[in-house]
């Protein structure tokens, strides 16, 4: 049904994905193996042909490879560590090329990528949160976010031409004046600041990437895909950010045939902060 208080955000269940075409959902799970029935209940929700996780907190040879295929993911790619950060593609369909890449000499689990059917390129990307001081000659940690984005955009950059391509995960930066709940407020957190903004706007620019959410539901509709654990009632607050994102090359853009953010996952039982995206597109 639709959602009253979003009319572009569509709950509890999704409309079927259009014939002919793949759903494809991102998500920020905080815990993949803690949170397994949060993935079942997504599968009977919304019916992904593809999920990409972040944050998955599990090594390789601890991810729960069996329980995700009796969801029907036969095909799936991780790339995790102890603890702290992981990305994984889960794929109804076949996933070839797979392959990890790494950014600022780090191997700390970020980054991901599988080629679909036709040929498309899909990037499962986990940016680091950067800390609570957005001052890279302070905070490590707030240097490590920027250097990060700054080698994505590079990267993206080099590449010039090539397949259609598709971008996903929690790139921990809400860009725009809608996608937080304060502009004004959030100008010096983590997460909203002008650097923060201007660096991710050269990192989608670098490979000319058409912001799913916003060719759907342009400005100034509001879009929030996280809301903090601090706040008691997350929705009384609504204090949320757009830190979830899919990025299409532009070849692609005009095949996204719906975009949905499951707002409602946020009041499931040990939720993760953020909410699954989902898009529909046709191969």
């Known amino acids: 049904m639709q959602n009253a ?12 994905a259009p014939r002919g075409a793949l759903r494809l959902v991102t998500w920020n799970i905080n815990s993949v193996r803690l949170r397994l029935p949060l993935i079942e209940r997504l599968v009977a929700q919304a019916s992904p042909d593809i999920l990409c996780l972040q944050e998955t907190k599990c090594p390789d040879d601890q991810f729960p490879h069996e329980a995700l295929a009796a969801l029907g993911f036969q095909h799936r790619h991780a790339h995790g560590m102890k603890s702290y950060n992981g990305v994984a593609i889960l794929a109804r369909v076949p996933l070839a090329k797979t392959a990890a890449r790494h950014h600022c000499g780090f191997e700390d689990c970020r980054h991901i990528q599988a080629e679909l059917p036709g040929g498309i390129e899909l990037h499962d990307v986990y940016v680091p949160a950067g800390g609570d001081v957005p001052d890279p000659a302070s905070n ?3 240097k490590h976010k920027l250097d990060f984005v700054a080698s994505q955009a590079a990267a993206w950059k080099k590449r010039k031409a090539g397949p259609p391509a598709i971008l996903v995960g929690d790139l921990n930066i809400a860009p725009l004046e809608s996608d937080v709940w304060s502009h004004k407020q959030l100008l010096d957190v983590v997460s ?5 903004v201007a660096a991710l706007a050269k990192m989608q620019d670098a490979n000319g990437w058409v912001d799913a ?9 509001r879009l929030y895909t996280w809301w903090s654990y601090r706040n008691g009632d997350w929705r009384k607050s609504d204090r949320g950010r757009r830190l979830d994102h899919i990025w299409t090359t532009a070849d692609l853009a005009p095949k996204i045939k719906g975009f949905y953010i499951l707002r409602g996952a946020r009041d499931w039982t040990q939720p993760s902060d953020h909410v699954p995206v989902a898009i ?4």
């Open 5 to 16: 208080e979003n009319p572009y955000v569509e709950t509890d269940p999704l409309p079927k």
């Open 140 to 142: 490590a940690k707030f």
């Open 192 to 196: 909203h600041t002008p650097v923060e």
């Open 213 to 221: 959410a916003r060719r759907r539901h342009p400005e100034p509709q």
């Open 280 to 283: 529909d597109f046709a191969p």
